[in-house]
């Protein structure tokens, strides 16, 4: 049975909708599994982030008096190509260090439509639904065709969508994060460039 999602993200159940994404927040800081080397610590941070994660969630949507999660992902299909094949199966195994590690053994301008859609799955695998979403979505715009990816970015989107403020492994504080800081200094360097000409 799961935890009352208000007890897991360690606030009342009267706390504003503020004092959650505050508390949210702290705790996805805290457990983000990057923070852990040891591979037994990295591996409880993922659970706890799951954890953490499917609370807020279910504040978010209301659900706190029952267990159901508003996803599930169930894995990719048995198949693929070559080192692909092996990540499928690793993915299905929940050995998602080794596969994480297979993936990034794939050269950078060899990663296509089947790595982004497996990174996406290693991500789901984890409770990190935005970065899986981010990688699905690459993956669909690669092989818009693929019914497998648009299954997963579209459970992944409806998911995104119903927990604004999912956790984002790039974001930098309340409403800061990575690309809008590359899009500042972008238009900065332009603009110094075309003043100090």
């Known amino acids: ?92 195994e929940q050995r998602t260090d080794e596969a994480e590690s ?22 789901a695998q984890r409770g990190w639904y935005y970065d899986a979403y981010t990688y699905a979505n690459s993956a669909c715009t690669m092989d818009p065709g693929n019914a497998e990816y648009r299954e997963l970015y579209n459970n992944l989107n409806d998911n995104v969508n119903r927990s604004t403020g999912t956790y984002r492994t790039a974001t930098t504080s309340e409403n800061c994060d990575i690309c809008s800081i590359c899009q500042a200094l972008a238009c900065l360097n332009c603009m110094c460039s075309s003043c100090c000409r």
């Not at 805290?30 to 954890?51: C, I, L, S, V, W």
């Open 1 to 92: 049975m799961e935890r009352d999602p208000y007890e897991v993200l360690g606030v009342s159940r009267t706390a504003s909708d503020d004092e959650i994404k505050k508390a949210y927040r702290a705790l996805a800081k805290k457990y983000h599994p990057d923070n852990f080397t040891d591979e037994g610590q990295r591996a409880r941070a993922e659970e706890k982030m799951k954890e953490i994660n499917a609370a807020y969630e279910r504040i978010q949507r209301g659900d706190t008096g029952s267990s159901q999660r508003s996803y599930t992902y169930r894995g990719p299909n048995p198949g693929g190509v070559g080192i692909y094949a092996k990540i499928r199966s690793l993915i299905n």
């Open 102 to 123: 297979l993936l990034e053994s794939v050269p950078v301008n060899e990663r296509g439509a089947e790595w982004q859609y497996l990174k996406a799955c290693v991500c």
